[in-house]
């Protein structure tokens, strides 16, 4: 049986790119980011801190898997051993806000599910569930590792086939690192989202990661991969101008 698609249905395929987007304030949020070491007292309105979660969660990520957690810590006795996990630094201690961004390979099989279950037309399409069925094997590496050696092996065969292959996880690292590329994603889209509603932020990878693990009680398919701390920027918050190198160090045309 053909699945010809009426024009209604081919429409909503269909979205089309917004032409009236303001560069010149992209570019001002873009430039005015800096990484905030000191924060006023003034707290980001729950709304705004839950607008730019929601923006975070809009990120691109590695088969729609969503393989993050953002855990916004706000008790008090769990956001003073947080700062203490966070070796002290007064972008911690002078936080109203601190979010640890968590990159997860626990929930791979889930958030395949889900994308089966979810999908936004009445029902996902066969190409769509079989992706999905196949999916989590390409980030999952098995007990004891044996899907991931099994991987090794299969591809290096493949290989010699002139078969071209997706990056895969070969073992736990690589779905560590897997789930740590999508999720550094949606915490830059987390703190672009709080500089466009006046607010700051700095990203931290100088924390005591067991002592976030215990704060958490993360297991160790979750990994906390930076934490934010976010609020108000100080008027001495920002201890030096922004500088990057020469742009040719960088950016290869070939
Ligand atoms: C993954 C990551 C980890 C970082 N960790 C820290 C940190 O622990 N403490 C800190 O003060 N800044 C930290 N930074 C901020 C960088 O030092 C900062 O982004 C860099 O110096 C460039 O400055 P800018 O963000 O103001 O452009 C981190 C940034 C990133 C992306």
Do not use: T
């Given at each position: 049986m053909t699945t010809q698609k009426t024009s209604s249905e081919k429409k909503r395929y269909y979205e089309p790119a917004p032409q009236d987007i303001d560069v010149a304030n992209f570019r001002k949020v873009v430039e005015s980011r800096r990484s905030v070491r000191k924060f006023t007292d003034k707290p980001i309105p729950s709304e705004i801190l839950d607008e730019c979660l929601d923006l975070a969660l809009l990120a691109p990520n590695s088969s729609n898997l969503q393989p993050w957690t953002f855990y916004v810590v706000q008790s008090p006795a769990k956001k003073k051993q947080l700062v203490k996990a966070c070796l002290n630094q007064l972008a911690a201690k002078t936080a109203p806000e601190l979010i640890v961004c968590v990159a997860r390979t626990d929930r791979i099989d889930e958030m395949a599910k889900l994308n089966i279950t979810e999908f936004p037309f009445p029902e996902a399409p066969p190409a769509v569930q079989k992706y999905y069925r196949f999916i989590p094997y390409n980030y999952k590496t098995g007990y004891f590792n044996a899907l991931g050696n099994f991987k090794k092996v299969a591809f290096k065969v493949a290989r010699t086939l002139d078969k071209q292959l997706p990056v895969t996880a070969f073992n736990p690292a690589d779905a560590k690192l897997w789930a740590t590329k999508t999720t550094a994603l949606a915490c830059e889209n987390f703190v672009l989202a709080l500089r466009a509603y006046g607010f700051d932020s700095c990203m931290m990878e100088g924390f005591d990661e067991p002592l976030v693990r215990k704060i958490l009680n993360l297991s160790d398919q979750q990994h906390p991969v930076m934490v934010i701390s976010a609020g108000e920027r100080a008027?001495?918050?920002?201890f030096f101008p922004q500088y990057r190198f020469d742009r040719d160090l960088f950016i290869q045309k070939v």
């Open positions: 008027e001495d918050g920002v």
